[in-house]
Each structure stands twice: as C-alpha cells, then as structure tokens.
C-alpha cells in the first residue's frame, strides 16, 4: 500500500489539488509495471468526491490499470498541530474509507494494533467525516464569539460566567448516573470566547467545504457566516480594546504570541497577524515576541515590527501588553506586576482571572 500525506491548501478560497494530482500521477506511472497488487490510500484532506473520481482517474491513466488491478481508499487523518504523536498514537476513532475490499483488508491490518472504534465507509463518506469534523468546530468557535460581540455590545453582563453556565447542561456537560460526578469533555474548550481560529486546517477546510457546496448549487449560508466572523473577530477586539481605552494610534504595543496556538511553529492564518495588521493601520509601534515563531512571521508580515527575544524587558516600554497566543510562558506575566504599572494588558486567550494584576488595567474580552 502506499499513503498518500501531501498538501491541500486553499487557494482563491478553492481547495488546490496540484499536489495530489502530482502524487497520483507518479503512483500511477511506478505500479504500470508492478505485479502485486497496490492499494492507493489518501490521507490528505481533500473535498468529497476527489478519491473515487480525480485520483482514480489519474491513476488509471497513468498506470494502464483499472480499479481492481489497483485499490483505492481514504483514511483521514484527525491530528492536532502539537499534539500530532500523541494524537497519532491514540485516537479516538479511526476511518476507513474503501473502494475494494483487498483496500479495506489492508486498512484493518495496518491498524490492528488499535482497540479504538473504526469507521468503516466508502471513500466520499471518509472525505466528508473530515470536513465536517473540522468544519463544526469551526462553527462552535465563531458562534461563541458571536454571542460574546453581542454581550459585550449590550453592557454589563459577565459572559464567562454565561458561557459557564452553558457548560453545565447535561447535554454538554452530562452527570455520570453512577459516581454522580460531571463530565467535561474537551469539546467544552471551543465553547469560549477568543480572537478567533487560525492554522492551517479549520480556515482552509471551511472555506474548501463552502466552494464545493456552491459548485454543486447549495449555498453555504452558516459556512459562509462562520468565515465571516473569523474574518471580522480581529478587528472586532481591537475596536472594543478601543472602547475602553481610547485611540490606539502612536501607541506602544507588545503582542505576545505569533503562532495559530502553542507548542507549534505554524503561522498559517494566525490571528496574531492580523491583529499586528491592524494595529500597523494605526501606526502603532509593535513589538513582538513568540518562543519559536519569529523566523516564519518574518517571511509573511511586510510591515516593521520590532522581533524580540527576552519579552519580559519590553513591559515597561511598551503602553498595551496584547496575549494573543497563549504560551504557557505568559503565565509569568502575573509574577512581573511591578512592571505593569500603568499598562494595560489585554488577555484575548483569557490566559488570567480578572483580578490576577495589582498595577496594570486588565482587559479580558469575555
């Protein structure tokens, strides 16, 4: 068998499949002469109907073959940037999505290992789990922060503890009949408030989902809804930090976190740049700081920004201190409150409690 792990990116808000295409041509052309039979499995994330129609043409082309001499399959992949091992080595589910049956023998052996539920379906239904898996995740987070712009709009209300509140109905939060204790599962964690999702997944996922919709003549209206407002929801943030602390132009400002979220590298749709992005139209002056993101920043932001390495030096230089990435290394911020005095810190990752700061004015967006 061989897998199938190349780029999908997303572009003019269309999924790409030059890559695929390429990999699937190469494939074809190296099993034209190979006598055993060789099963083709995907495992890039690629739009419903792209197995069984764009690479099992290419294949058949390219080798001479048809489907049968060859297998054809789909085994998405569910991993999170950061976490891919662990997430690799125990998943929740796997999918296995078929065309032949000597394809889904293959896919039960390479996965024996696992005692976990697998999916068993036909390659289109393997594409869609996908998509949708990514896709309601996405809707969640931009819901939520939906429902926190009209909080915030209204006045007065404390909508962390709205959302809290929310949490405890038994459908998301449901109470073990035997040891009467409340589960939380980690779904709970895309029901809060933020600055919006970012990397290389849920954008590009949403986006591709909502092009095909609108080939085959559905519109997308929440699709296209939740792009929107991931879309605004930086811009949103920086008008209300506005609102609490007037103009921002001229101003000093610290943003701490580059990468889409912790423990990775990845920049792609981060909101941390877009939010520099905006504060360079007010001719801020920005400094930046991210444990291991700066150098791929640098390559996509054509705007200055002063890069630093040591973070804590630059509090008192700088009027707004902006968590826009949270770093477990931003926790130390509360430790540093001698520096703070009159700054204002504005937690977009609700990183610390409300009255974690002594000196500086903070600023949760909850």
């Known amino acids: 068998f061989i897998l199938v792990a190349v780029g999908t990116p997303t572009v003019n808000e269309k999924i790409d499949l030059t890559q695929i295409k390429s990999a699937s041509n190469t494939i074809g052309r190296l099993i034209k002469n190979h006598d055993d039979f060789i099963s083709v499995i995907v495992k890039s994330t690629v739009v419903p109907g792209t197995t069984d129609t764009v690479v099992k043409s290419i294949l058949e082309e390219s080798s001479g073959k048809k489907i049968g001499e060859f297998g054809l ?5 569910f ?11 125990n998943p929740d589910r796997i999918v296995f999505g078929y065309e032949d049956k000597i394809t889904l023998e293959y896919l039960h052996e390479i996965y024996s290992p696992w005692d976990v539920d697998k999916i068993i379906v036909n390659t289109r239904s393997a594409e869609m789990i996908k998509y949708v898996n990514n896709s309601l995740l996405a809707t969640l987070i931009s819901t939520t922060n939906e429902y926190s712009n009209i909080a915030k709009s209204i006045g007065n209300i404390d909508f962390n503890t709205v959302m809290n509140a929310v949490h405890l109905d038994n459908r998301w939060s449901p109470i073990d009949k035997t040891t009467r204790e409340r589960i939380h599962p980690e779904i ?22 909502a092009a095909l919709s609108k080939e085959i003549g559905i519109k997308p209206l929440i699709l296209d ?11 949103v943030i920086l008008e209300y930090l506005e609102e609490k602390v007037g103009s921002l132009k001229h101003k000093n400002v610290l943003v701490l976190g580059l990468a889409f979220k912790p423990d990775t590298d990845d920049v792609r749709e981060s909101v941390s740049i877009k939010l520099m992005e905006y504060l360079n139209t007010q001719k801020c002056n920005i400094t930046a700081h991210d444990p291991i993101s700066i150098e791929n920043t640098k390559k996509i932001v054509d705007f200055d920004v002063n890069y630093v390495i040591d973070w804590k ?4 230089l700088n009027d707004i201190i902006i968590i826009s990435t949270n770093w477990n290394e931003y ?6 409150d001698d520096r703070l005095v009159d700054k204002i810190v504005f937690d977009t990752r609700s990183l610390f409690s409300k009255n974690a700061f002594r000196n500086a004015d903070y600023i949760n967006i909850n």
């Open 73 to 77: 399959g789909m085994n998405p992949e």
């Open 79 to 89: 991993l999170r940037e950061g976490n891919a091992v662990a997430d690799f080595m």
């Open 188 to 209: 709970i964690n895309y029901l809060k408030p933020g600055c919006g999702f970012g990397g290389s997944c849920f954008p590009k996922d949403v986006m591709a989902l």
């Open 225 to 235: 809804s939740v792009i929107k407002v991931n879309q605004l929801q930086p811009k």
């Open 313 to 316: 030096k630059e509090l008192s």
């Open 331 to 336: 926790r130390d911020l509360k430790f540093l």
